[in-house]
């Protein structure tokens, strides 16, 4: 799939498509509207399993990921595509209310994930670490 070239503020930026499976649409949906004003391709999904499905049916540039969903976790999401072996094809920023200690964190990157932020997620730190992906950069720290 070829990824849209725009020209904004003097400087070119990546179209991202991304998908944000998070439980809670009061936290999904502002930044789906945030997202999308910044002319980024946006779809939010409540539910951890069909989550996996989309990751699994579709491309994403980048996969917000809330690690602590009922029933089936973004845990589970992340270990569903280690298992199949998928998960290295894919970006993926979790989302935690929670506090990572540094193991924690460490063992998400040995799986793959590329990095997370914490919740509350301010604006411009979702965007310096979509620059990040956009610019190449692999796994990076935690940002919070």
């Known amino acids: 799939m070829k990824k849209q070239i725009i020209i904004k503020s003097d400087s070119l930026k990546l179209i991202m498509k991304i998908l944000h499976i998070e439980d809670n649409k009061s936290i ?3 930044i789906g509207i945030f997202l999308e004003s910044n002319d980024h391709k946006y779809s939010s999904e409540t539910n951890g399993r069909k989550g996996l499905d989309l ?10 990921l809330d690690l602590s969903m ?51 997620i301010l604006h ?21």
């Open 28 to 30: 999904s949906e502002p």
């Open 124 to 144: 411009e730190k979702l965007l310096e670490k979509l620059k990040l992906i956009e610019e190449g950069h692999t796994i990076t720290t935690n940002v919070n």
């Open 55 to 64: 990751i699994r049916e579709n491309h994403y540039d980048v996969i917000l």
């Open 70 to 120: 009922p029933e089936f976790s973004g845990f589970d999401v992340i270990d569903g595509l280690v298992k199949d072996g998928s998960i290295k094809n894919e970006k993926i920023v979790v989302l935690t209310a929670s506090t990572l200690t540094p193991d924690e964190m460490n063992d998400l990157r040995s799986k793959g994930v590329h990095s997370s932020l914490g919740k509350p």
